[in-house]
């Protein structure tokens, strides 16, 4: 028997079959990925991960801005006059960065990129958008705050335990490889604004 192939006439060279026609699927926008394709249970887990993940930085954000009393006393809230980083970087006593986050502990650029960078990435997470940019500043920050705890270090400068339970692994990291996986696998897309941020983005694709 023939090849139905070999039989078909040869299409007219100025004309363009359609995807109906050809029996082909029709290309997406290449500037709008689709959504993941994931099993339902899959979705919902990687939407509340990231969703969850976001409100972390987004809750650190709103208690040091305003002092809500969890980690920030009303008292010592950026709204008030308080400074984000200086409880934190002032009494890092451990790792060879110690000197360094003295010196900038409590500079208004140092609370100002910090908060910033809570907020970004808090709301980015949370709503799926700029996932390229939070994968870079997301972890850039959790690394950041991980030399100041230093975990490979047994005993701080002044001789005392610092109860690191890990010779290197820690939580900051653990944030941190989640944040990359999650952009990588295209989160922000399943149950976020991921395609509509695409759209309104267009060709800058590193805004996504």
Known sequence: MASPIIDRPSPDPGHQPTAAVAGAVPASNPQVPDTPRFGLGAQV????????LGFIFLWAFLDKFFGLGYS???????IHGGSPTNGFLSTVAVGPFESVYHSIAGTW?????????LLGIGLGLILGVAMKIIAVAGPLLLVLMWT??????????AGKPTSSSNPFLDVHLIYALTIIVLALIGAGRVYGLGNWWAKVTGHITWLR
Do not use: D, Y
């Not at 887990?45 to 969850?52: D, F, S």
């Not at 920030?72 to 950026?78: I, R, V």
């Not at 650029?109 to 960078?117: E, Q």
């Open 109 to 117: 650029w140092a609370n100002g990129l910090f908060m910033l960078g």
């Open 72 to 78: 920030t006393p009303s008292e010592k809230a950026w």
């Open 148 to 157: 100041a705890a230093w975990p490979l270090a047994q005993f701080t400068s």
């Open 45 to 52: 887990a990687i939407a509340l991960l990231r969703v969850a």
